[in-house]
């Protein structure tokens, strides 16, 4: 496999350089990161890509000038969105793993996906926003599809030898957050340093916020009903704490699939890389008896973490309104690690900004990308940023 790498530099990317480590099969042609020169010099260092991407292009120039310094002329630097797609598209490439933060996602995976390589998808944003532009696409180039996040890559194990069995319910776990049975007025007080702090998962910041607000979790609602063609009232949120039970999937005749696990995201990275195959790697562990007895499922209290309740009607709405949904809390949750606003403002923010927005049905890229940037100028004016 010859492997991009979109999003070098963060959690998901890093836990994937440590999958293509244990495996010899797996050749990085192309990474990109954002700014981070310093940890893409030692990627390049190590696994030497023909191509590499900075978003920013005054730290990608100092990139290229310290390669020439060293005197390595084999690897490219590009910058911006137009080194993103080269990166995306680069003819020795043949499978893409989008996990940058952001919609900055949604034109990479479309254009890697006109060009025919199979995906590995982390990014929740371009399915979120374009979801109904980008599953029809990979459906018609008969590319592979795969995700990476862990609900739904659970969700898609489970789905495995299931062609023409209906679907009935798929449940979606989440481990609580960190404010797992607080109620509202408890939350005003929340720091970044204190949602920082996941019981289960290693993540990135950003992730991190959405995880504690449960904003990640209406993501994923969305997101399970355009990779799987499941409605919105069919997918139902359980509250799972301990991240054993990573999701399940009800068929018509009442039987229930589930993958269980270890909380290790270098698992399911694996799993999409390798095309539905398990080699040889291990996570962190593996699951222990003693977990396995702690196992409970909870209701997710949607008044408290409303963000949740806010996403699954989005995901009922369809349309553009998903993409007010996941931008507005974009802008709203860099403000809150900025200390910029409090911690319920983040869902507050973006109740105000879905309430605010005239729904566009089916909407192309160009009107998408207007809703992103709607969303972003409420949430500015709303907070005075």
Not at 11 to 34: E, H, N, P
Not at 156 to 161: I, K, T, V
Not at 203 to 229: C, P, Q
Request: a negative charge; one cysteine or more.
């Amino acid at each position: 496999m010859n492997l991009c790498i979109l999003g070098s530099t963060g959690s998901i990317g890093l836990q994937t350089l440590d999958v293509v480590r244990s495996d010899g099969t797996i050749r990085v042609k192309a990474l990109a990161a954002g700014h981070n020169i310093d940890m893409v010099l030692e990627q390049i260092h190590e696994f030497h890509p023909s191509i590499c991407c900075i978003f920013d292009t005054q730290k990608a120039e100092i990139l290229a000038e310290r390669l020439r310094q060293e005197g390595n002329d084999t690897t490219d630097i590009v910058s911006g969105m137009d080194g993103l797609i080269a990166c995306a598209v680069h003819e020795e490439v043949d499978t893409v793993l989008v996990s940058v933060v952001g919609m900055i996602g949604i034109r990479p995976t479309i254009e890697a996906i006109r060009a025919g390589k199979n995906i590995a998808q982390a990014n929740k944003e371009p399915i979120v926003c374009a979801g109904h532009i980008i599953m029809p696409l990979a459906r018609e180039m008969g590319v592979s599809f795969i995700p990476v996040d862990s609900e739904h890559s659970a969700i898609f194990q489970c789905l495995q030898g299931e062609e023409g069995n209906p679907v009935d319910k798929i449940w979606l776990t989440a481990s609580g957050g960190p404010f797992r049975g607080r109620k509202r007025e408890e939350l005003a007080g929340i720091t970044p340093a204190d949602a920082l702090k996941h019981p289960s998962w290693n993540m990135g910041a950003k992730i991190t916020i959405d995880s504690s607000t449960l904003v990640n979790k209406g993501l994923e609602v969305i997101e399970a009903h355009y990779l799987f063609g499941v409605p919105a009232d069919d997918i139902i949120v359980a509250v799972q704490p301990g991240s054993v039970v990573h999701s399940m999937v009800q068929f018509e005749d009442g039987a229930v699939k589930a993958q269980l696990g270890v909380p290790d995201m270098r698992v399911p990275i694996s799993y999409a890389l390798h095309g539905c195959h398990r080699p040889a790697f291990k996570g962190k562990r593996t699951l222990g008896f003693e977990e396995l007895k702690e196992i409970r499922f909870m209701e997710p209290d949607t008044e408290t973490f409303k963000g949740l309740r806010l996403g699954i009607e989005a995901c009922r709405t369809e349309g553009s309104i998903t993409t007010v949904y996941n931008a507005a809390n974009e802008e709203a949750v860099a403000a809150f690690l900025a200390g910029k606003i409090g911690y319920l403002d983040i869902t507050d923010g973006i109740e105000a900004c879905m309430k605010a927005h005239h729904n566009i049905p089916s909407p192309d890229l160009g009107q998408i990308f207007a809703a992103e940037q709607e969303a972003r100028s409420f949430i500015r004016e709303l907070y005075h940023l």
